[in-house]
C-alpha cells in the first residue's frame, strides 16, 4: 500500500513559479526513480522530468529544461518540482510517480501514482 500525494498546484500568471510536492506514504518501497508528468486537456500523458532516487541524477523534457528543477528528500520520502517562469502551455494536471526500472522519461515503468495536482498558467 503505497501511496503519492501531490500537492502545491494553483493559478499563477505566465512568468510566475510553483513548487509542486509529492509525499509518499504507507508501504515503504523501494524505487529506481520518481518523476513528474502532466497531461493537458485534450492532450496525452507526457513526461515532464524524473531523478533517480539514490544518484540523483536528472531528465528533463525539452519544454521545460531550464525552468524545471525536480529534486527528492529522502528523509521526508518527498519529491519536489520548483517550476519557473511558467507559460500558459504549461497548464495540466501534474502527476508524481515511482518506478523501479529504467527508463525514466516513458510512462509504462512507472507503477505507482499519485492522483494529480492542478496547475493553471494565466497568460
Known amino acids: 500500500q503505497v501511496q503519492l500525494v501531490e500537492s502545491g498546484g494553483g493559478l499563477v500568471q505566465a512568468g510566475g513559479s510553483l513548487r509542486l510536492s509529492c509525499a509518499a506514504s504507507?508501504?515503504?518501497?523501494?524505487?529506481?526513480?520518481m518523476g513528474w508528468f502532466r497531461q493537458a486537456p485534450g492532450k496525452e500523458r507526457e513526461f515532464v522530468a524524473a531523478i533517480t532516487w539514490i544518484g540523483g541524477s536528472t531528465y528533463y523534457a525539452d519544454s521545460v529544461k531550464g525552468r524545471f528543477t525536480i529534486s527528492r528528500d529522502f528523509a521526508k520520502n518527498t519529491l519536489y518540482l520548483q517550476m519557473n517562469s511558467l507559460k500558459p502551455e504549461d497548464t495540466a494536471v501534474y502527476y508524481c510517480?515511482?518506478?523501479?526500472?529504467?527508463?525514466?522519461?516513458?510512462?509504462?515503468?512507472?507503477?505507482?501514482w499519485g492522483q494529480g495536482t492542478q496547475v493553471t498558467v494565466s497568460s
Open positions: 504507507g508501504r515503504t518501497f523501494s524505487r529506481y526513480a
Open positions: 510517480a515511482a518506478c523501479d526500472r529504467p527508463p525514466v522519461t516513458t510512462m509504462r515503468e512507472y507503477d505507482h
